[in-house]
Protein backbone atom coordinates (compact mmCIF):
# COMPACT_ATOMS: atom_id res chain seq x y z
CA UNK A 1 0.00 0.00 0.00
CA UNK A 2 0.90 3.72 -0.89
CA UNK A 3 2.50 5.35 2.58
CA UNK A 4 1.09 8.40 2.29
CA UNK A 5 -2.55 6.32 1.89
CA UNK A 6 -1.50 3.88 4.83
CA UNK A 7 -0.62 7.22 6.59
CA UNK A 8 -4.06 8.69 6.18
CA UNK A 9 -6.43 5.45 7.06
CA UNK A 10 -4.22 5.75 10.33
CA UNK A 11 -5.57 9.43 11.12
CA UNK A 12 -9.67 8.37 11.10
CA UNK A 13 -10.53 7.99 14.08
CA UNK A 14 -12.57 5.21 15.38
CA UNK A 15 -16.20 4.40 15.58
CA UNK A 16 -16.51 4.52 19.19
CA UNK A 17 -14.32 7.36 19.92
CA UNK A 18 -15.95 9.72 17.14
CA UNK A 19 -19.56 8.74 19.28
CA UNK A 20 -18.47 9.99 22.36
CA UNK A 21 -16.86 13.07 20.19
CA UNK A 22 -18.00 16.49 21.68
CA UNK A 23 -17.98 17.43 18.63
CA UNK A 24 -20.77 15.16 17.74
CA UNK A 25 -22.88 14.77 20.27
CA UNK A 26 -26.06 16.66 19.96
CA UNK A 27 -26.23 14.29 16.63
CA UNK A 28 -25.84 11.22 18.08
CA UNK A 29 -27.51 11.56 21.13
CA UNK A 30 -30.96 11.57 20.05
CA UNK A 31 -30.51 8.44 17.84
CA UNK A 32 -30.69 4.72 18.75
CA UNK A 33 -27.28 3.89 19.18
CA UNK A 34 -27.02 1.24 15.83
CA UNK A 35 -28.67 3.95 13.49
CA UNK A 36 -25.57 6.69 15.42
CA UNK A 37 -22.84 3.94 14.46
CA UNK A 38 -24.37 2.56 10.90
CA UNK A 39 -24.24 6.41 9.72
CA UNK A 40 -20.66 6.93 11.52
CA UNK A 41 -19.21 3.89 9.54
CA UNK A 42 -21.07 4.80 6.46
CA UNK A 43 -19.00 8.32 6.19
CA UNK A 44 -15.57 6.60 7.56
CA UNK A 45 -16.13 3.94 4.70
CA UNK A 46 -16.89 6.97 2.03
CA UNK A 47 -13.77 8.69 3.07
CA UNK A 48 -11.73 5.47 2.78
CA UNK A 49 -13.05 4.81 -0.55
CA UNK A 50 -12.44 8.08 -1.81
CA UNK A 51 -8.71 7.82 -1.06
CA UNK A 52 -8.48 4.80 -2.28
CA UNK A 53 -9.28 5.73 -5.94
CA UNK A 54 -7.26 8.72 -5.62
CA UNK A 55 -4.16 9.10 -7.64
CA UNK A 56 -1.54 9.10 -4.63
CA UNK A 57 0.17 11.55 -5.58
CA UNK A 58 -3.14 13.78 -5.41
CA UNK A 59 -3.82 12.96 -1.81
CA UNK A 60 -3.95 15.03 1.01
CA UNK A 61 -1.25 15.61 3.24
CA UNK A 62 -3.25 15.39 5.92
CA UNK A 63 -7.00 14.41 7.21
CA UNK A 64 -9.02 17.42 6.69
CA UNK A 65 -10.84 17.08 10.23
CA UNK A 66 -13.30 19.78 9.90
CA UNK A 67 -14.73 18.48 6.47
CA UNK A 68 -14.82 15.07 8.27
CA UNK A 69 -16.64 16.17 11.15
CA UNK A 70 -19.13 17.94 8.75
CA UNK A 71 -19.92 14.90 6.53
CA UNK A 72 -20.74 13.27 9.92
CA UNK A 73 -22.80 15.92 10.85
CA UNK A 74 -24.49 15.88 8.08
CA UNK A 75 -25.30 11.85 8.18
CA UNK A 76 -25.98 11.82 11.75
CA UNK A 77 -28.55 14.56 10.94
CA UNK A 78 -29.82 12.89 7.96
CA UNK A 79 -30.09 9.50 9.90
CA UNK A 80 -32.42 11.45 12.20
CA UNK A 81 -34.86 12.58 10.06
CA UNK A 82 -37.94 11.09 9.46
CA UNK A 83 -38.74 9.21 5.89
CA UNK A 84 -42.16 10.66 5.30
CA UNK A 85 -41.66 14.38 6.39
CA UNK A 86 -42.36 18.19 5.44
CA UNK A 87 -41.43 19.96 2.44
CA UNK A 88 -41.70 22.89 0.38
CA UNK A 89 -43.26 22.09 -2.63
CA UNK A 90 -42.28 25.33 -5.01
CA UNK A 91 -43.17 23.33 -8.27
CA UNK A 92 -46.16 25.63 -9.19
CA UNK A 93 -48.10 22.70 -9.13
CA UNK A 94 -50.94 22.81 -6.41
CA UNK A 95 -52.12 19.02 -6.37
CA UNK A 96 -48.56 17.06 -6.08
CA UNK A 97 -49.32 13.52 -6.00
CA UNK A 98 -45.07 12.65 -5.06
CA UNK A 99 -45.86 15.93 -2.34
CA UNK A 100 -48.63 14.81 -0.89
CA UNK A 101 -51.68 15.88 -2.68
CA UNK A 102 -54.24 18.00 -0.42
CA UNK A 103 -52.98 20.28 2.20
CA UNK A 104 -56.16 20.08 4.85
CA UNK A 105 -57.77 22.56 6.81
CA UNK A 106 -56.62 23.56 10.05
CA UNK A 107 -60.16 22.46 10.92
CA UNK A 108 -60.05 18.81 9.60
CA UNK A 109 -56.67 18.97 11.78
CA UNK A 110 -58.06 19.85 15.09
CA UNK A 111 -61.13 17.24 14.67
CA UNK A 112 -58.42 14.42 13.34
CA UNK A 113 -56.36 15.16 16.59
CA UNK A 114 -59.50 15.18 18.47
CA UNK A 115 -60.27 11.79 16.94
CA UNK A 116 -56.61 10.48 17.12
CA UNK A 117 -55.93 11.16 20.71
CA UNK A 118 -59.32 10.28 22.49
CA UNK A 119 -61.89 7.42 21.97
CA UNK A 120 -64.48 8.53 19.55
CA UNK A 121 -67.92 7.80 17.88
CA UNK A 122 -66.42 5.76 15.42
CA UNK A 123 -68.54 2.83 15.72
CA UNK A 124 -71.36 3.74 18.03
CA UNK A 125 -74.90 5.26 17.69
CA UNK A 126 -74.93 7.93 21.06
CA UNK A 127 -78.71 7.95 20.83
CA UNK A 128 -79.13 4.13 20.66
CA UNK A 129 -76.46 3.35 22.82
CA UNK A 130 -75.33 0.12 20.35
CA UNK A 131 -73.10 -0.54 17.80
CA UNK A 132 -72.94 2.04 14.53
CA UNK A 133 -71.08 2.70 11.50
CA UNK A 134 -68.56 4.30 10.44
CA UNK A 135 -69.88 4.94 7.24
CA UNK A 136 -72.84 7.48 9.20
CA UNK A 137 -70.38 10.35 9.59
CA UNK A 138 -70.48 11.50 6.20
CA UNK A 139 -73.61 10.41 4.44
CA UNK A 140 -75.77 13.32 5.69
CA UNK A 141 -73.57 16.10 4.59
CA UNK A 142 -72.74 14.22 1.17
CA UNK A 143 -76.76 14.26 0.75
CA UNK A 144 -77.23 17.53 1.38
CA UNK A 145 -73.93 18.57 -0.62
CA UNK A 146 -74.53 16.85 -3.51
CA UNK A 147 -78.55 15.86 -3.45
CA UNK A 148 -77.16 12.01 -3.80
CA UNK A 149 -79.40 9.28 -2.30
CA UNK A 150 -76.93 7.48 -0.76
CA UNK A 151 -72.83 7.48 0.14
CA UNK A 152 -69.92 5.18 0.53
CA UNK A 153 -66.37 6.07 1.68
CA UNK A 154 -63.47 3.87 0.63
CA UNK A 155 -59.70 4.51 1.47
CA UNK A 156 -59.37 6.36 -2.39
CA UNK A 157 -60.66 6.57 -5.50
CA UNK A 158 -59.34 3.57 -7.36
CA UNK A 159 -60.97 1.47 -4.12
CA UNK A 160 -64.27 3.12 -5.24
CA UNK A 161 -63.46 2.35 -8.57
CA UNK A 162 -62.55 -1.47 -8.42
CA UNK A 163 -65.16 -2.10 -5.73
CA UNK A 164 -68.19 -0.51 -8.34
CA UNK A 165 -66.87 -2.22 -10.96
CA UNK A 166 -66.42 -5.90 -8.71
CA UNK A 167 -69.98 -5.46 -7.30
CA UNK A 168 -71.71 -4.27 -10.69
CA UNK A 169 -70.22 -6.13 -13.29
CA UNK A 170 -67.80 -9.32 -12.33
CA UNK A 171 -67.61 -11.47 -14.91
CA UNK A 172 -69.83 -8.86 -17.47
CA UNK A 173 -68.41 -6.40 -19.77
CA UNK A 174 -68.38 -2.71 -19.00
CA UNK A 175 -68.68 -0.64 -22.01
CA UNK A 176 -66.04 2.91 -22.20
CA UNK A 177 -64.61 4.87 -25.03
CA UNK A 178 -61.52 4.10 -26.08
CA UNK A 179 -60.39 8.38 -25.27
CA UNK A 180 -60.91 7.35 -21.44
CA UNK A 181 -59.01 4.43 -21.08
CA UNK A 182 -56.39 6.42 -18.92
CA UNK A 183 -53.59 5.82 -17.04
CA UNK A 184 -53.51 7.73 -14.03
CA UNK A 185 -50.32 8.68 -11.84
CA UNK A 186 -48.94 6.03 -9.18
CA UNK A 187 -50.23 3.01 -11.54
CA UNK A 188 -53.15 3.32 -11.72
CA UNK A 189 -54.54 2.06 -15.22
CA UNK A 190 -57.88 1.66 -15.85
CA UNK A 191 -58.27 -1.67 -17.81
CA UNK A 192 -55.48 -3.23 -14.87
CA UNK A 193 -58.05 -2.30 -12.57
CA UNK A 194 -60.82 -3.53 -14.66
CA UNK A 195 -59.04 -6.69 -14.96
CA UNK A 196 -58.39 -7.52 -11.44
CA UNK A 197 -62.25 -6.29 -10.53
CA UNK A 198 -63.41 -9.53 -12.96
CA UNK A 199 -65.30 -6.75 -14.85
CA UNK A 200 -64.54 -7.76 -19.00
CA UNK A 201 -63.26 -4.60 -20.78
CA UNK A 202 -65.64 -3.65 -23.99
CA UNK A 203 -63.87 -0.38 -25.30
CA UNK A 204 -66.05 1.78 -28.45
CA UNK A 205 -65.14 3.94 -30.30
CA UNK A 206 -62.26 5.41 -31.66
CA UNK A 207 -59.32 7.26 -29.86
CA UNK A 208 -60.46 10.77 -30.88
CA UNK A 209 -64.23 9.97 -31.72
CA UNK A 210 -66.78 8.23 -30.07
CA UNK A 211 -70.68 8.18 -30.94
CA UNK A 212 -73.40 7.06 -28.71
CA UNK A 213 -74.53 4.75 -31.57
CA UNK A 214 -70.84 3.18 -30.47
CA UNK A 215 -72.16 2.43 -27.54
CA UNK A 216 -75.44 1.30 -28.25
CA UNK A 217 -74.17 -1.29 -30.95
CA UNK A 218 -71.86 -2.91 -28.02
CA UNK A 219 -74.77 -3.59 -25.99
CA UNK A 220 -75.44 -7.38 -25.44
CA UNK A 221 -76.91 -9.70 -22.54
CA UNK A 222 -73.64 -9.41 -21.26
CA UNK A 223 -73.07 -5.68 -20.90
CA UNK A 224 -73.38 -5.14 -17.03
CA UNK A 225 -73.21 -0.80 -17.31
CA UNK A 226 -71.66 1.93 -19.10
CA UNK A 227 -69.06 4.20 -17.77
CA UNK A 228 -67.40 7.54 -18.86
CA UNK A 229 -64.21 8.52 -16.72
CA UNK A 230 -62.79 11.91 -16.71
CA UNK A 231 -59.53 11.81 -18.94
CA UNK A 232 -57.81 13.40 -15.65
CA UNK A 233 -54.39 14.28 -17.10
CA UNK A 234 -54.61 14.64 -20.97
CA UNK A 235 -56.70 16.47 -23.36
CA UNK A 236 -57.56 15.12 -26.77
CA UNK A 237 -58.05 18.54 -29.03
CA UNK A 238 -59.04 18.69 -32.79
CA UNK A 239 -61.31 16.38 -34.28
CA UNK A 240 -62.90 14.72 -31.19
CA UNK A 241 -66.07 13.84 -29.78
CA UNK A 242 -67.29 12.15 -26.61
CA UNK A 243 -70.48 11.42 -25.52
CA UNK A 244 -72.25 14.03 -22.51
CA UNK A 245 -73.35 12.41 -19.94
CA UNK A 246 -77.23 12.86 -19.89
CA UNK A 247 -77.08 11.34 -23.84
CA UNK A 248 -74.95 8.30 -22.00
CA UNK A 249 -77.31 8.24 -18.84
CA UNK A 250 -80.32 8.23 -21.52
CA UNK A 251 -79.26 5.56 -23.36
CA UNK A 252 -78.23 3.19 -20.35
CA UNK A 253 -82.10 3.35 -19.37
CA UNK A 254 -83.26 2.17 -22.55
CA UNK A 255 -81.43 -0.63 -21.56
CA UNK A 256 -81.88 -0.84 -17.95
CA UNK A 257 -78.29 -1.10 -17.68
CA UNK A 258 -76.59 1.46 -15.02
CA UNK A 259 -74.53 4.53 -15.92
CA UNK A 260 -71.56 5.16 -14.14
CA UNK A 261 -68.91 8.50 -14.05
CA UNK A 262 -65.64 8.25 -12.54
CA UNK A 263 -65.04 11.98 -12.24
CA UNK A 264 -61.26 11.67 -10.95
CA UNK A 265 -61.27 14.40 -9.16
CA UNK A 266 -64.50 15.29 -6.94
CA UNK A 267 -65.14 19.16 -7.29
CA UNK A 268 -67.85 20.53 -5.50
CA UNK A 269 -67.50 24.00 -6.69
CA UNK A 270 -68.11 25.77 -10.22
CA UNK A 271 -64.96 26.76 -10.18
CA UNK A 272 -65.10 29.13 -13.33
CA UNK A 273 -66.87 31.22 -10.90
CA UNK A 274 -63.64 31.94 -9.96
CA UNK A 275 -61.87 32.42 -13.24
CA UNK A 276 -60.65 28.79 -13.35
CA UNK A 277 -61.74 26.84 -16.31
CA UNK A 278 -65.10 24.89 -15.93
CA UNK A 279 -64.04 21.41 -13.92
CA UNK A 280 -67.62 18.84 -14.43
CA UNK A 281 -68.88 18.52 -10.62
CA UNK A 282 -69.96 15.85 -8.44
CA UNK A 283 -73.85 17.36 -8.59
CA UNK A 284 -73.87 17.79 -12.07
CA UNK A 285 -72.93 14.58 -12.60
CA UNK A 286 -75.68 13.27 -10.03
CA UNK A 287 -78.34 15.57 -11.43
CA UNK A 288 -77.62 14.33 -14.85
CA UNK A 289 -78.89 10.82 -13.15
CA UNK A 290 -75.80 8.79 -12.96
CA UNK A 291 -76.58 5.67 -10.89
CA UNK A 292 -72.86 6.05 -9.36
CA UNK A 293 -70.63 8.73 -9.38
CA UNK A 294 -66.82 8.14 -8.05
CA UNK A 295 -64.52 10.54 -7.01
CA UNK A 296 -61.38 11.04 -4.37
CA UNK A 297 -60.80 12.66 -1.42
CA UNK A 298 -57.74 14.82 -1.95
CA UNK A 299 -58.32 16.17 -5.43
CA UNK A 300 -59.71 19.39 -5.82
CA UNK A 301 -62.07 18.25 -2.94
CA UNK A 302 -59.37 19.14 -0.86
CA UNK A 303 -59.64 16.74 2.14
CA UNK A 304 -57.51 13.46 3.38
CA UNK A 305 -57.29 10.62 0.85
CA UNK A 306 -60.24 9.19 0.37
CA UNK A 307 -62.76 7.80 -2.17
CA UNK A 308 -66.48 8.19 -2.85
CA UNK A 309 -68.96 6.60 -4.52
CA UNK A 310 -71.93 8.65 -4.63
CA UNK A 311 -75.62 7.33 -5.97
CA UNK A 312 -78.77 5.76 -5.73
CA UNK A 313 -79.80 3.82 -2.48
CA UNK A 314 -80.20 0.70 -4.41
CA UNK A 315 -76.72 0.51 -5.90
CA UNK A 316 -74.94 1.70 -2.73
CA UNK A 317 -76.44 -0.75 -0.84
CA UNK A 318 -74.74 -3.68 -3.12
CA UNK A 319 -71.57 -1.90 -2.97
CA UNK A 320 -72.07 -2.33 0.61
CA UNK A 321 -72.83 -5.97 0.98
CA UNK A 322 -69.46 -6.49 -0.84
CA UNK A 323 -66.89 -7.67 1.05
CA UNK A 324 -64.32 -5.75 -0.33
CA UNK A 325 -65.84 -2.88 1.34
CA UNK A 326 -64.40 -4.27 4.62
CA UNK A 327 -61.35 -4.18 2.83
CA UNK A 328 -61.63 -1.11 1.74
CA UNK A 329 -62.87 1.03 4.95
CA UNK A 330 -61.63 4.49 5.67
CA UNK A 331 -59.85 4.68 8.91
CA UNK A 332 -61.11 7.31 11.69
CA UNK A 333 -58.41 10.20 11.00
CA UNK A 334 -59.54 10.35 7.20
CA UNK A 335 -63.30 10.19 8.26
CA UNK A 336 -62.92 13.09 11.22
CA UNK A 337 -60.73 14.92 8.71
CA UNK A 338 -63.19 14.29 5.87
CA UNK A 339 -66.09 15.31 8.36
CA UNK A 340 -64.65 18.98 8.95
CA UNK A 341 -63.60 18.79 5.48
CA UNK A 342 -67.46 18.61 3.83
CA UNK A 343 -68.93 20.79 6.93
CA UNK A 344 -66.55 23.88 5.16
CA UNK A 345 -68.55 23.23 1.63
CA UNK A 346 -72.02 23.62 3.38
CA UNK A 347 -70.72 27.71 3.12
CA UNK A 348 -68.86 28.05 0.10
CA UNK A 349 -67.06 31.00 0.83
CA UNK A 350 -65.87 29.24 3.94
CA UNK A 351 -64.74 26.33 1.91
CA UNK A 352 -62.79 28.38 -0.83
CA UNK A 353 -61.14 30.48 2.04
CA UNK A 354 -60.15 27.34 4.60
CA UNK A 355 -59.55 24.82 2.17
CA UNK A 356 -55.83 25.31 1.36
CA UNK A 357 -56.05 23.34 -2.22
CA UNK A 358 -58.72 25.73 -3.01
CA UNK A 359 -57.49 28.79 -1.78
CA UNK A 360 -54.73 28.06 -3.79
CA UNK A 361 -56.35 27.77 -6.67
CA UNK A 362 -58.21 30.85 -6.43
CA UNK A 363 -55.86 32.99 -4.89
CA UNK A 364 -55.70 36.31 -7.10
CA UNK A 365 -52.31 36.59 -9.41
CA UNK A 366 -51.67 40.06 -7.19
CA UNK A 367 -51.07 38.51 -4.36
CA UNK A 368 -48.74 36.31 -5.66
CA UNK A 369 -46.97 39.07 -6.67
CA UNK A 370 -46.87 40.91 -3.82
CA UNK A 371 -45.79 37.98 -2.37
CA UNK A 372 -42.70 37.54 -4.99
CA UNK A 373 -41.43 40.88 -3.98
CA UNK A 374 -41.74 40.26 -0.46
CA UNK A 375 -39.35 37.29 -0.63
CA UNK A 376 -36.92 38.91 -3.21
CA UNK A 377 -36.64 41.97 -0.67
CA UNK A 378 -36.02 39.90 2.47
CA UNK A 379 -33.74 37.32 0.44
CA UNK A 380 -31.54 40.22 -0.66
CA UNK A 381 -31.58 42.16 2.71
CA UNK A 382 -30.01 39.05 4.46
CA UNK A 383 -27.56 37.79 1.74
CA UNK A 384 -27.07 40.90 -0.34
CA UNK A 385 -24.78 40.07 -3.53
CA UNK A 386 -24.28 36.52 -2.10
CA UNK A 387 -27.53 35.67 -4.23
CA UNK A 388 -29.04 36.60 -7.31
CA UNK A 389 -32.73 36.93 -7.39
CA UNK A 390 -35.67 37.73 -10.20
CA UNK A 391 -38.95 37.70 -10.12
CA UNK A 392 -40.37 36.09 -13.56
CA UNK A 393 -43.71 35.46 -14.86
CA UNK A 394 -44.70 31.52 -14.42
CA UNK A 395 -47.34 29.04 -14.90
CA UNK A 396 -48.67 27.08 -12.09
CA UNK A 397 -50.62 24.01 -12.52
CA UNK A 398 -53.70 22.19 -11.01
CA UNK A 399 -52.30 18.76 -10.81
CA UNK A 400 -53.96 15.92 -9.49
CA UNK A 401 -56.20 15.20 -12.96
CA UNK A 402 -58.02 18.26 -12.56
CA UNK A 403 -58.14 20.84 -15.58
CA UNK A 404 -55.91 18.72 -17.54
CA UNK A 405 -53.98 21.49 -19.57
CA UNK A 406 -54.80 24.36 -18.42
CA UNK A 407 -51.74 26.71 -16.38
CA UNK A 408 -52.91 29.11 -13.95
CA UNK A 409 -51.21 32.33 -13.75
CA UNK A 410 -48.34 32.81 -11.32
CA UNK A 411 -44.78 34.33 -10.45
CA UNK A 412 -41.62 32.72 -9.77
CA UNK A 413 -38.12 33.62 -7.58
CA UNK A 414 -35.31 32.70 -10.38
CA UNK A 415 -33.00 31.80 -7.93
CA UNK A 416 -28.86 31.88 -8.34
CA UNK A 417 -26.23 31.39 -5.57
CA UNK A 418 -22.63 31.41 -7.27
CA UNK A 419 -21.04 29.84 -8.15
CA UNK A 420 -23.63 26.96 -7.62
CA UNK A 421 -24.81 25.26 -11.53
CA UNK A 422 -28.87 25.21 -11.85
CA UNK A 423 -28.46 21.59 -11.34
CA UNK A 424 -26.33 21.76 -8.13
CA UNK A 425 -28.74 24.30 -6.47
CA UNK A 426 -31.77 22.30 -7.51
CA UNK A 427 -30.10 19.02 -5.48
CA UNK A 428 -28.86 20.94 -2.60
CA UNK A 429 -32.46 22.81 -2.14
CA UNK A 430 -33.61 19.30 -1.50
CA UNK A 431 -31.35 18.44 0.93
CA UNK A 432 -32.14 21.40 2.92
CA UNK A 433 -33.89 21.27 6.47
CA UNK A 434 -37.03 21.11 5.30
CA UNK A 435 -36.78 20.35 1.63
CA UNK A 436 -37.38 22.50 -1.11
CA UNK A 437 -38.88 20.70 -3.90
CA UNK A 438 -38.50 23.12 -7.02
CA UNK A 439 -38.50 23.31 -10.57
CA UNK A 440 -35.46 23.88 -13.68
CA UNK A 441 -37.31 25.33 -16.33
CA UNK A 442 -34.73 26.85 -19.43
CA UNK A 443 -31.73 26.33 -16.82
CA UNK A 444 -33.26 28.26 -14.99
CA UNK A 445 -34.02 27.47 -11.12
CA UNK A 446 -37.55 28.46 -9.91
CA UNK A 447 -39.37 28.88 -6.99
CA UNK A 448 -42.99 29.20 -8.04
CA UNK A 449 -45.12 30.87 -5.12
CA UNK A 450 -48.32 29.80 -5.73
CA UNK A 451 -47.87 26.83 -3.88
CA UNK A 452 -46.25 28.19 -1.00
CA UNK A 453 -48.30 29.76 1.95
CA UNK A 454 -47.05 32.79 3.59
CA UNK A 455 -46.51 30.89 6.79
CA UNK A 456 -43.60 28.69 5.23
CA UNK A 457 -41.71 31.72 4.28
CA UNK A 458 -39.77 31.09 8.02
CA UNK A 459 -39.21 27.63 6.80
CA UNK A 460 -38.04 28.68 3.47
CA UNK A 461 -35.42 31.31 4.83
CA UNK A 462 -33.98 28.41 7.22
CA UNK A 463 -33.49 26.32 4.74
CA UNK A 464 -31.90 28.55 2.29
CA UNK A 465 -29.80 29.69 5.14
CA UNK A 466 -28.48 25.83 5.12
CA UNK A 467 -27.53 26.34 1.09
CA UNK A 468 -25.70 29.37 1.87
CA UNK A 469 -23.25 27.53 4.68
CA UNK A 470 -22.57 24.94 3.00
C1 LIG B 1 -57.07 10.12 -9.67
C2 LIG B 1 -58.05 9.27 -10.37
C3 LIG B 1 -58.35 7.98 -9.88
C4 LIG B 1 -57.67 7.42 -8.68
O1 LIG B 1 -58.02 8.10 -7.52
P1 LIG B 1 -57.16 7.90 -6.18
O2 LIG B 1 -57.93 8.63 -5.14
O3 LIG B 1 -55.82 8.45 -6.45
O4 LIG B 1 -57.11 6.43 -5.91
C5 LIG B 1 -59.29 7.25 -10.54
N1 LIG B 1 -59.90 7.73 -11.65
C6 LIG B 1 -59.64 8.96 -12.14
C7 LIG B 1 -60.35 9.40 -13.37
C8 LIG B 1 -58.70 9.78 -11.53
O5 LIG B 1 -58.41 11.00 -12.01
Not at 60 to 85: C, E, I, T
Not at 180 to 193: A, C, D, K, N, Y
Not at 263 to 271: F, I, P, R, T
Not at 410 to 434: G, V
Request: charged residues 25%; proline residues 6%.
Amino acid sequence: MDPALSRLLRQLPAVDELLRHPRLLSWVEPLPRSWAAAAVRQVLEAQRQSWRSCPPADLPPQLDDDALFRNLQQALDAAGQPSLRQVINATGVIIHTNLGRSLLAVEALEQMLEVAAHYSTLEYDLLKGERGSRQDHLEGLLRELTGCEAALVVNNNAGAVLLALNTLAQGREVIISRGQLVEIGGSFRLPEIMAVSGAILREVGTTNKTHLRDYENAITSETAMLLKVHPSNFRIVGFTKEVDLPDLVALARRYDLPALEDLGSGCLVDLSRYGLEKEPTVQESLAAGADLVLFSGDKLLGGPQAGFALGSREVVARLRQNPLTRALRPDKLTLAGMEATLRLYLEEPRAVAAIPTLHLLTRPLADVERQARNLARTLKRRWGTKIKVEIRPSEARVGGGALPGASLPSRALALEIPPLAPHELEARLRRAHPPIIARLEHGALLLDLRTIQADEHPALLAALGDVMDL
